[in-house]
């Protein structure tokens, strides 16, 4: 039996916590904030998307960053094992387009008191508003930790220590970065830390024109000068800076590291359901309805209302122009438009408005089968703390999961 300390009461944490309680040993879960499950209260618009249930092939391809080193930790608890744990605290679930999976009532609050029952059915020690300040270690091993509260400063002696201190996105929730700060003073690096699943600024003036307007069955295409790196498919929504929404957002993830570099093309394909031609035969047909209908005027079948006065603009034909002069070679540059409606990608939004953190604790620095640290004995590390992040679906949220699960089951 281990004394075991675990800092951070999110997701990762409380896995971890009722992991370890439930191979007997002592847990305590020391958390900054006021009550357990502040960022997991906010996900997934509060709904919590709290696993995927696709198969095994489609949570790997899921994971951006450090796919490989997930591979022991997803096969030991898997998104399987993530809805059966969850059925066998009495949670009811549902599955929703996507493969995404939801607590049955829609409220976040039910997966944390669901953990937060069970953590208390074993006994773990919660200390609310208590900071951890320093992780120590004597000797390559874990020793404790120097908390503090109202009461002041102390150390608290353990036998392991599990560090779940998420990321560095949405930093109102506690996720400020403390985990990285741990991990340097025992000797980790940490690589570089960009905001991911986050919205996406672009350098058009005319976008804000757009504000508001959500588009669904659209193709998303992003390019670092002529290379494809990313796409996909469904739904984005135009913001006063830029674009967001479940595409862009995906998309984010994959061109973070780019766009810091330099700007990248998002290309959107209005009609991805038909080619070319038949976009073709669709405008010619919507103008011979009307013939002597302004070009302006001509597009409320085929577009949104506010999307109409842009590709009028971007499209380079005469507003006034009526429909049955508007030439061939004007009618495939709309056609194109529409297929290619490009916008520049300056930069992403900052960590405040980003889901999760990309970048972390170097895994190369942790034993992938027990996330036990190299370096340190008894030092384990869980969830977003670690240099992994995936796209929007539940993923990330099960790699905390599956994490937290193969630390706290390796402890002795």
Not at 187 to 199: E, K, Q, R, W
Not at 203 to 224: A, P, Q
Not at 280 to 288: A, G, H, K, V
Not at 375 to 402: P, R
């Amino acid at each position: 039996m281990s004394n075991v300390i675990i800092i951070g009461g999110g997701a990762a944490g409380m896995m971890a916590a009722i992991t370890a309680a439930r191979n007997n040993n002592k847990v305590t879960l020391i958390e900054k904030n006021e009550k357990l499950g502040k960022k997991l209260f906010i996900t997934g618009k509060g709904r919590c998307n709290f696993t995927n249930a696709g198969d095994e092939e489609d949570i790997f391809n899921s994971i951006v960053t450090n796919k490989k080193f997930m591979y022991s930790s997803l096969r030991g608890f898997s998104n399987y094992d993530c809805m059966g744990f969850f059925d066998e605290l009495g949670l009811k679930f549902k599955i929703e387009r996507g493969n995404r999976v939801f607590p049955e009532s829609d409220h976040s609050s039910d997966v944390i008191g669901a953990l937060s029952r069970q953590m208390k059915k074993l006994g773990v020690n919660v200390l609310l508003n208590t900071q951890v300040v320093a992780v120590n270690e004597e000797n390559g091993e874990f020793a404790g930790v120097v908390v503090k509260d109202a009461s002041g400063q102390k150390e608290i002696k353990g036998d392991a220590c599990v560090i779940a201190t998420g990321g560095n996105s949405y930093s109102s929730t506690g996720s400020t970065g403390d985990g990285y700060r741990f991990a340097k003073s025992i000797g980790h690096s940490v690589t570089p830390i960009l905001p991911a699943l986050v919205p996406l600024n672009v350098r058009e003036e005319w976008e804000e024109l757009l504000m508001g307007l959500s588009l669904k069955n659209i193709e998303v295409t992003f390019y670092d000068g002529d290379k494809k790196v990313f796409t996909d498919f469904g739904e984005m929504l135009f913001t006063h800076f830029g674009v967001s929404g479940p595409v862009i957002l995906s998309a984010s993830s994959v061109i973070t590291g780019i766009v810091k570099e330099r700007p990248v093309r998002l290309s959107i394909d209005l009609k991805p359901a038909i080619t070319d031609e038949q976009l073709d035969e669709r405008i010619l047909r919507d103008f011979s309805k009307e013939q002597n209908k302004a070009f302006k005027n001509s597009l409320d079948e085929l577009l949104p209302k506010k999307l109409i006065p842009v590709i009028v603009m971007q499209s380079g034909i005469k507003p006034e122009k009526k429909v049955n002069e508007v030439t061939r070679e004007e009618r495939q540059r709309l056609v194109k438009l529409l297929k290619n409606f490009d916008m520049t990608v300056t930069s992403t939004r900052g960590f405040n408005e980003a889901i999760i953190t990309q970048g972390g604790v170097n895994v190369k620095e942790i034993n992938p089968s027990t996330m036990e640290s190299k370096l340190v004995k008894n030092i384990y590390f869980a969830g977003e703390v670690i240099d992994v992040d995936a796209v929007t679906g539940g993923f990330n949220l099960q790699v905390a999961w599956s994490t937290a699960y193969a630390a706290a089951s390796h402890i002795q």
